[in-house]
């Protein structure tokens, strides 16, 4: 096999070496081979070579690499104005409007920001602030953010000896490798115990909740198929111990679920708050909370919020295109019909590969289990990650998800067609055979 070191240029270690000393080492690189990308165009990145590569996993461009339209909007706005939301302008109010129209009624005030990080921060700071509580209750292995709020939710990135104690993990409700499994109604309460048990132990420490967060799409857990009546009745449970229920539509918002435009709306259960992130901006950073006019209040009563950057004029033009683009190209319904045939190809494949253990997932994210045995279930996370080299190099960009890595993930930008779909197909059984 070929050392990631044989396929650099002398260029490109000279980059890995200033980078890990500027940037630190442990800011990690995706792929044995690490990409120098220079360009992308819809769902194609282009190497310093002029290599093209599929993207299947960036959904940051969530209408396409440099869309034309809003790089326009982006310029346009650029070249005119840009300062903050403490002068009257039309566009942050246009974006709210329109993001608004797409969210149940009564979520209809936005709170604009940078980044998920910080659109979750303060929706955990209005959740405190409206419940006057100070327990928070997650998914084990969730990732929610990098601010010290929002990392202690995100219990992927650290051992549970270092878990705060105002934060409580609830079990995993993997329907396919848990402790529970299959998808019914009796599987879903099943894994509401955990939520019991977790407010009883929040309770012992002093805390009752102010929140309950979830990753509508939850990627960091593996992309799981939730049990039904999971979250309604975890929510339930939640508020009755006078908690929140916050959305977090950073992965899967804007329609890529393809049958709702927001994740939490297959789960049939309205939130308090709802946070967006990476693709409402196309790449350019935005992050929104949207909660009600009651939650404002007691917010407002408590924090005296402003963010220089958050709805700055060149911010609010880019997400308002985006959110143009996604209805005037359907971009819903081409991940709900992308992802049929994708999914359907994938488990062709399994019919023969018995690699796969399971498919799952809603329209443009969609999870593979890799298994060494389907009976057992083992996770097969050194395939999955050479699985994920092998498209790299074979020119077809995936990410892997999930507690033991050996979840293929695939969360390409809106625009991927059926053709990008049958290269990927391709390409992974091509994978398969060559890991054999
Ligand atoms: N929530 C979820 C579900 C995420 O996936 C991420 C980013 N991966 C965040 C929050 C944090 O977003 P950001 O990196 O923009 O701060």
């Not at 500027?22 to 044995?32: M, V």
């Not at 974006?95 to 608004?100: G, I, K, Q």
């Not at 004029?313 to 005037?328: C, Q």
Request: with cysteine; charged share 20%; aromatic share 6%.
């Amino acid at each position: 096999m070929t050392t990631s070191k044989d396929c650099q240029t002398g260029s490109e270690q000279d980059l890995i070496r200033r980078r890990a000393q500027l940037l630190g080492p442990e800011l990690s690189l995706s792929y044995e081979n690490p990409l120098h990308l220079v360009r992308g165009e819809d769902v194609w990145l282009y190497d310093a070579d002029g290599r093209a590569y599929l993207d299947a996993y960036n959904n940051v461009a969530h209408v396409g690499h440099c869309h034309a339209d809003v790089v326009a909007a982006i310029a346009r706005q650029a070249a005119r104005l840009n300062t903050n939301t403490r002068y009257l302008h039309e566009t942050v109010l246009d974006l709210s409007e329109f993001l608004t129209a797409k969210l149940p009624s009564g979520l209809d005030v936005c709170f604009f920001v940078n980044s998920g990080s910080e659109a979750n921060d303060i929706a955990w700071q209005m959740a405190k602030a409206f419940s006057g509580n100070t327990g928070v209750l997650v998914l084990d292995e969730a990732y929610h953010g990098i601010s010290e709020a929002t990392f202690a939710m995100s219990p992927s990135e650290y051992d549970a000896a270092n878990q705060p104690g105002h934060v409580e993990t609830l079990e995993s409700p993997d329907s396919y490798r848990g402790r529970l499994r299959g998808n019914s109604a009796e599987v879903g309460i099943g894994y509401t115990e955990s939520c019991d048990q977790a407010l009883a132990a929040l309770a012992q420490r002093g805390h009752a909740p102010a929140a309950l967060i979830i990753d509508s799409g939850t990627s960091s857990s593996g992309i799981l198929d939730l049990p039904d009546g999971y979250l309604p009745a975890v929510v339930e449970k939640v508020r009755t111990a006078g908690g929140l229920y916050i959305a977090d539509e950073v992965q899967v918002g804007l329609g890529r679920s393809g049958s709702h435009f927001w994740g939490f709306e297959a789960f049939g259960v309205k939130p308090d708050i709802v946070t967006i992130g990476k693709p409402v901006g196309n790449g350019h950073p935005i992050g929104i909370a949207v909660t009600s006019r009651e939650i404002l209040a007691k917010f407002n009563a408590h924090v005296p919020f402003f963010s220089t950057f958050g709805g700055n004029p060149v911010s609010a033009a880019a997400g308002l295109e985006v959110l143009k683009v996604i209805d005037r190209q359907n971009l819903q319904d081409n991940a709900r019909e992308t992802s049929a045939y994708l999914k359907q190809g994938i488990k062709d494949l399994a019919e023969r590969e018995t690699l796969i253990g399971d498919v799952r997932g809603s329209g443009l994210l969609i999870g593979i289990d890799l298994v060494l045995d389907r009976e057992t279930r083992e996770p097969a996370g050194e395939a999955a990650n050479q699985i994920f080299n092998y498209m790299r190099n074979n020119g077809v960009l995936i990410g892997t998800a999930g507690p033991h890595g050996n979840v293929l993930k695939i969360r390409p930008p809106m625009t991927f067609s059926k053709t990008h779909a049958d290269q990927l197909i391709t390409t992974l059984a091509d994978a398969l055979n060559a890991i054999r």
